[in-house]
C-alpha cells in the first residue's frame, strides 16, 4: 500500500463517500424531539447548497440483514425494534421514541454503515462519512437507549472483524455524551479499541477514567470524561497527545468515529465550546493517524449533534478535511488550548491506561498557550 500517505496530502486523489437517504428521515419521534428529522434535514441542505456532491462518491445504503445486527444485538432485541414498525408510536424508553418507519430507517442506517465501512476496507474509497440516523452509540446489546436503535458503528466494527477481513479497529467517540453501548458490547474484547472523550458529569453517567475494560479487554477501553468548557483547542491537544502513541502500538485496521457535534458550542445537549474549525481538526489529525498506522482507513457515522442552525456547518467542516479541500493546522488549533485543561485530562488518563500502553508510560511534551506542558 505505498503512497497511500500521500493520498491524504494530495488532495486531489482522495475519494470521500457518503450515504445520505431520505428514508432516514422516516424515522419520527415526537413532536419537539430533539433528536428528530430537522436534523439530518439541515445536513442535507447543506450538501445540496455547497455542491459538494460534486466532490463526494454517494454510496447506496442497503437494508442490514438481520444476521448483520445480530452480529452484537440479542435477538429479544431486534425482534422488538421490528415489532415497533406495526404501531404509530413507540416508547422503548422514555425518551427512545419509535414510529412505524423507524425500525426501516435504522436498518437501511446500519447497511448503509456497512457498506461505506466495506468500501473503505477495500480501498474504493479513501474515506467515508455516513450521514445516517436514528444514532447508535448508546443502544446496547438487549436495549435501546438514548435516542439510540441499533448501535451503528458496534454492528460496522463487529462486521469488519468477521466478514471483511479486519483484525483490529480502534473507535473514536467524540459525541458529548459517552458511548455506553459501544464500550459495553466490546470491554471484553482486546481487538476493539475503543476511545472516547466526553463530557463528565452527563448522561449517560458511565465512562469514568479508571473505566478501563474487562477481562481480555482491560486496557482496551480508554475513557477521557472532561467537565464542560472544553473547546477546539483542548480536545485538539487532548487526542493530539494521545491518538498517535495509541495507534502507533495497538496498530488498528481501520478507524471508525462515532462522530457527534453536540460538543458543538451551540448544543444545548452539552455544555462544550467546539466550533466547526475543533472538528475539522480532529479529523485532520484522524486522518493523519490512519494514514500512518492503516493506509488511510478511516469511517466516519453521524451520532448526535441537536442544533439544526450548526450542524450543517459542522459536517461541512468534517467533509472539506476528509475530502482534502481543506488541510487543517492540528498544532496551531491544539497550540491554544487552556494548559490546565488538558493537563486535567491527560494526567488522569495516563495514570489509568500507562500501565497497559507503553507508549502512554513515556513522558509526553505538549505546546499550549506559549508553554511547553510536561506529562
Ligand atoms: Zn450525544
Known sequence: MSGEKNNITAPIRTTTGIVRNLTFLEHRTANGHPENHGRLEAVYRMLDQTDRLRRLVLVEARPAEEDEILLVHSAAHLAKVAATASRESTALTPDTIASAGSYRAARLAVGGVLEAVSRVADGRLANAFALVRPPGHHA?????????????????????????????????????????????????????????????????????????????????????????????????????????????????????????????????????????????ALTRCLLENAATCCSGRLALVLEGGYDVHTIGDSVKAVLDELSGATMSAVADIAATANPKKVIYALKRVVKVQRRYWKNLSRPMKIDCSGRTVHI
Open 140 to 280: 446496547e446489546r438487549n436495549r435501546a437507549m438514548g435516542y439510540c436503535l441499533f448501535n451503528n458503528v458496534a454492528i460496522a466494527a463487529a462486521y469488519a472483524r468477521k466478514v471483511l477481513g479486519i483484525d483490529r479497529v480502534m473507535i473514536l467517540d467524540w459525541d458529548v455524551h459517552h458511548g455506553n453501548g459501544t464500550q459495553h458490547i466490546f470491554e471484553q474484547d482486546d481487538r476493539v479499541l475503543f476511545v472516547s472523550i466526553h463530557q463528565f458529569p452527563h448522561f449517560p453517567g458511565t465512562g469514568g477514567f479508571t473505566d478501563a475494560g474487562i477481562g481480555r479487554g482491560e486496557g482496551y477501553s480508554i475513557n477521557i470524561p472532561i467537565p464542560k468548557g472544553y473547546g477546539d483547542g483542548e480536545y485538539t491537544a487532548i487526542l493530539q497527545a494521545l491518538l498517535m502513541p495509541l495507534s502507533a502500538e495497538f496498530k488498528p485496521d481501520l478507524i471508525l468515529v462515532s462522530a457527534g457535534f453536540d460538543p458543538h458550542a451551540s448544543d444545548s445537549h452539552g455544555g462544550m465550546r467546539l466550533t466547526p474549525a475543533g472538528f475539522a
